[in-house]
């Protein structure tokens, strides 16, 4: 399902994938006091030989991002894009995709997803940056 989002320029990454915006506002809410020292966590640190490195004081999530949508938008560069629709994915849950579902017994729909992700073959030290 990934492979949907994946970046022109390096399929490795995600471009544009469509996050529920309810699922935007919650992470913000949920992290409004937790620290970070950049808005956007691929571009915005000072990379060196000894690694990712703050390029200045920390603030919490609240100073730094003006709601959930502001979150999305820049925390990972272009991988997110919040949406109102029906057509996206909440991390955690299922994603919600209309033309993959179904009715259970108490009428209520049953979304069936299919997740997948294309990674590339790179050397790193583990820690996930």
Not at 12 to 23: A, K, M, N, R
Request: a negative charge.
């Amino acid at each position: 399902m990934a492979i949907q989002w994946a970046h022109p320029a390096h399929p490795g990454l995600l471009h544009h994938t469509p996050l529920c915006l309810d699922f935007c506002n919650g992470w913000f809410h949920s992290c409004a006091e937790d620290l970070t020292c950049v808005r956007n966590w691929i571009y915005d640190w000072d990379w060196n030989i000894e690694g990712n490195l703050c390029p200045g004081p920390c603030t919490p999530f609240k100073q730094m991002y003006r709601d959930g949508r502001d979150l999305c938008e820049t925390i990972w560069g272009l991988a997110f894009l919040p949406v109102s629709t029906e057509d996206c994915i909440s991390p955690g849950c299922e994603a919600r995709n209309t033309d993959q579902r179904d009715s259970n017994e108490d009428g209520r729909i049953n979304f069936r997803t299919k997740r997948s992700l294309f990674l590339e073959e790179i050397e790193g030290s583990g820690s996930g940056f």
